[in-house]
């Protein structure tokens, strides 16, 4: 049985290194056209060829996500891009358009087809469909529960990606055109300005049913579901999937990080603790800003997994600084400033390989000048820190308190 | 070009079966069918089957199945004479391979109708090889409207009239608010309606047992546009939330070609979200300004 695949998010070539090092075994990127993020990508053809290398020299791999729904003026160029996708490597593409998939097995037969989950596939017979079409793999809609996709593996072959962390959407995805209407921003062309997160007030006739002061609200907790992954991991899917690729660089390096962990510890122990998951929950929510649910994966939605009466985010740790090197002789890391932090502060390191090491800073000395500071204030500044471990590039670091 | 009605009520569907005029008339399935449409068991479905010789009858089966439900869905497919339904209205694609299963691939008339996804002439194009018809979306401009019927290398079914399904989701919306907030919720009312904080347009939202949906807040319609659209074979007019004595003269206007009639009837008309292209966001969009 092959091991299941973590797969992550990436607005651009630095965020898909980090999610690659931290542990995602393929990360899934947009390019400026054809891709639902566009508006939040950075990714030139160029840099998603450097991605490909980077990716595959780690034995990894690199989607891209071809997942807007088109209109006529969106095709062009459709076939030069499939082809230039195939000869940079890209391992396959993500869409929710018959007609990319059609082109793609066309000019671009190395390619494979990924249905996204904007087609909110939720059986094995319309998997049936697209297995039909020669794609290789299914993204389930977040619909889906546990019980479900056991059925459903049953009855297919193909491969499963489930959604395990990450937005949600309120309506069932590719369905929703909600964003065009009351903004004219296409919800399935990259525009969606998420208005089923906005604040509604509910008549029934005439009447009011809304209370004065409060709404009606159809808004999503975001997924997190990071205990269903030994059962998923059991009914043998193919790919979990973090969604997100408007995160921020921190977010991925804490998120991927804990969820490989998971992967890891339960196929070498084969169980993980209720102890153990609340830690990584702790984690996740470290870089979490939203309010969190197990989504379906129990079955349908009730009102713990909806947003009322709140703003749905809160403040996460701070993420102060990133590791360019370590200097074993003289114990001390360099470090690029992310966020204002200062002599005192206590702060957590933590890294691909390096374990959750809280830490006082006890002295911060400007790298470029020599001087030794008391604050940290400047975006990208670069300094050095004494530490009496040993950290690696690309590790982070986070304010505690 | 034909019209494909949807009867408000049961006397209506008797009433249509009986009018040489109308020649199309959908309706659902009860305990599959989703959405405030006339839903049928399917011994009803049977029995209205016999009271005309002509092919009439569709059913409108667009909602997407989850795996447990695959088994019922089948089995009510069984229970009703497929040899007598002109069209089905689907947009999971389970229900293609359940009609091949069933026997039915080459006797069937299969309308692919997922409003959202058919927007461009290829896709259109592709999803008829698997159809007898595919619905072109009404989410799209009448001029990307245009454009794409031209670019069809086949007939395709357009709507002409109604309210659209905007939001589609399983969450059960009303349910959870209702106690969330401890309150009464009346499971069959079919007239809740929402308005954003900051708009004044009403939403119909509708929960079933399959889930929740919003619609447009206005009527959209195509009328005079009807005459100068290609590669046209059926233009649906749909009835949601509509009364039958008002459906019936909709009805009328459109087989008199009576546009004067349909303005008499004072509904909310709109050309809306097919009056402009809406926005695929590019960066470029937002720096103009124009966003």
């Known amino acids: ?114 249905v996204s989950t904007q087609m909110s596939i939720t059986n094995s017979k319309a998997i049936a469909f697209y297995e039909k079409l020669g794609c290789s793999r299914v993204v389930l809609a977040r619909e889906v529960t546990l019980e479900e996709i056991e059925a459903i593996k049953k009855n297919t072959t193909i491969q499963l990606e489930v959604f395990i962390h990450g937005g949600m959407c309120a309506s069932y995805s590719g369905r929703c055109v909600l964003s065009n209407h009351l903004t004219r921003r296409d919800a399935n062309r990259g525009g969606c300005a998420h208005s089923c997160r906005w604040n509604y007030q509910l008549y029934q006739g005439k009447r009011k049913v809304t209370k004065k002061d409060q709404f009606f609200n159809m808004g999503s907790k975001d997924l997190m579901a990071i205990t269903k992954i030994p059962d998923l991991i059991n009914l043998n899917v193919a790919s979990l999937k973090i969604e997100g690729r408007m995160k921020s660089t921190y977010y991925l390096a804490t998120v991927v990080r804990c969820y490989r962990q998971v992967i890891d510890e339960y196929y070498k122990v084969g169980s993980i603790s209720n102890d153990e998951f609340l830690n990584y929950i702790e984690e996740i929510n470290k870089a979490e800003n939203r309010l969190t649910s197990i989504g379906f994966l129990n079955g349908d939605t009730t009102i713990n997994e909806q947003l009322y009466d709140t703003r749905s985010e809160h403040p996460t740790k701070e993420y102060i600084g990133y590791i360019l090197d370590y200097d074993d002789e003289h114990k001390q890391a360099l470090i690029e400033q992310r966020n204002y932090f200062a002599k005192g502060d206590i702060v957590e390191f933590f890294g691909p390989k390096l374990e959750n090491t809280k830490f006082k800073i006890t002295k911060i000395i400007d790298y470029n000048t020599g001087e030794e500071l008391d604050v940290a204030r400047h975006p990208l500044q670069k300094m050095l820190i004494p530490l009496p471990f040993k950290v690696s590039k690309d590790d982070m670091m986070r304010k505690v308190k | ?222 009328f005079l546009e009807l005459d100068d659209l290609e590669n046209v074979d059926y233009v649906i007019l749909e009835s949601v939330f509509l009364d039958a004595r008002t459906y019936e003269n909709i009805v009328l206007a459109y087989l008199k070609h009576d546009d004067n009639l349909l303005h008499s009837l004072h509904l909310d008309l709109y050309k809306g979200i097919m009056q402009e292209k809406s926005i695929l966001l590019k960066d470029e969009v937002i720096d103009n300004g124009k966003n």
């Open chain 2, 1 to 222: 070009m034909k019209y494909i009605t949807e009867p408000v009520n049961k006397k209506q569907l008797a009433h249509f079966l009986g009018q040489t005029l109308i020649t199309d008339i959908l309706i659902g399935v009860e305990n599959i069918s989703s959405g405030p449409i006339l839903k049928l068991s399917t011994a009803e479905i049977n029995y209205y089957l016999t009271k005309t010789e002509d092919l009439k009858i569709s059913l409108d089966l667009t909602r997407l199945f989850h795996e447990k439900e695959l088994a019922t869905l089948k089995k009510s497919l069984s229970e009703i004479d497929l040899t007598k339904i002109k069209f089905i209205f689907y947009t999971d694609f389970a229900i293609l391979q359940i009609i091949d299963e069933l026997g039915y691939k080459d006797k069937l008339k299969l309308v692919y109708d997922a409003y959202t996804y058919t927007t461009n002439a290829l896709d259109v194009n592709i999803y008829n090889e698997f159809n007898t018809y595919v619905s072109v979306s009404n989410q799209i401009s009448i001029e990307e409207l245009k454009s794409l019927l031209a670019k069809l290398n086949h007939k395709a079914i357009i709507r002409g009239f109604g309210k659209a399904v905007i939001f589609y989701s399983k969450r059960k919306l009303l349910t959870n608010y209702f106690k969330y907030r401890t309150l009464k919720y009346n499971a069959k009312g079919k007239n809740y309606l929402l308005q954003e904080e900051y708009r004044n347009d009403l939403y119909h939202i509708y929960e079933d047992n399959f889930g929740t949906y919003i619609y447009e807040p206005h009527y959209y319609y195509l």
């Open chain 1, 1 to 114: 049985m092959a091991k299941i695949e973590l797969l992550a998010p990436a607005g651009d070539l630095e965020k898909a290194k980090i999610a690659l090092l931290y542990g995602a075994d393929a990360v899934y990127v947009g390019a400026k056209k054809f891709s639902l993020r566009a508006r939040a990508s950075n990714f030139e053809i160029e840099d998603i060829k450097a991605l490909c290398t980077f990716a595959h020299e780690r034995a990894k791999k690199v989607y891209v996500t071809m997942n807007i729904i088109p209109h006529d003026d969106d095709l062009k160029d459709l076939v030069s891009f499939l082809e230039t996708l195939a000869q940079i490597k890209v391992d396959a593409i993500i869409t929710s358009s018959i007609a990319i998939i059609t082109k793609a097995k066309m000019v671009a037969p190395t390619l494979e087809c990924h």
